[in-house]
């Protein structure tokens, strides 16, 4: 399985980007997919995850400003970050997870990150 993430770049504080990320290869048709964001000397923070079916889950620090989404091709993810704020900054991955399980989020596979910069 292969994830190829883009959308990301340099945005002034309040203001929105769109991450895309898209599955090939061994996809399962039940599968959940997610977004985690890293900022240096941190590990990564799990925002927000999508099972195959549509339901969502978030983290606290996203919820109300993030949407993730699934594209016509169940293989496409996407995150609409809205209200953008400095602490948003950080290289952000998307991941998949070959089961329906989204209670026990641990994907085995990941894109490459990209960065999303948010100044002030």
């Known amino acids: 399985v292969q994830l190829q993430a883009s959308g990301g770049g340099l945005v002034q504080d309040g203001g929105s980007l769109r991450l895309s990320c898209a599955a090939s290869?061994?996809?399962?048709?039940?599968?959940?997919m997610g977004w985690y964001r890293q900022v240096p000397g941190k590990e990564r923070d799990l925002l927000a995850t999508?099972?195959?079916?549509?339901?969502?889950n978030y983290s606290d620090s996203v919820k109300g400003r993030f949407t993730i989404s699934r594209g016509n091709a169940k293989n496409t993810a996407y995150l609409q970050m809205n209200s953008l704020k400095p602490e948003d900054t950080g290289v952000y991955y998307c991941?998949?997870?070959?089961?329906?399980?989204?209670?026990?989020?641990?994907?085995?596979?990941w894109g490459q990150g990209t960065q999303v910069t948010v100044s002030s």
């Open positions: 999508i099972s195959s079916g549509g339901r969502t």
């Open positions: 290869g061994s996809v399962f048709s039940y599968n959940v």
């Open positions: 991941a998949l997870q070959n089961s329906r399980n989204m209670d026990w989020f641990k994907p085995r596979y």
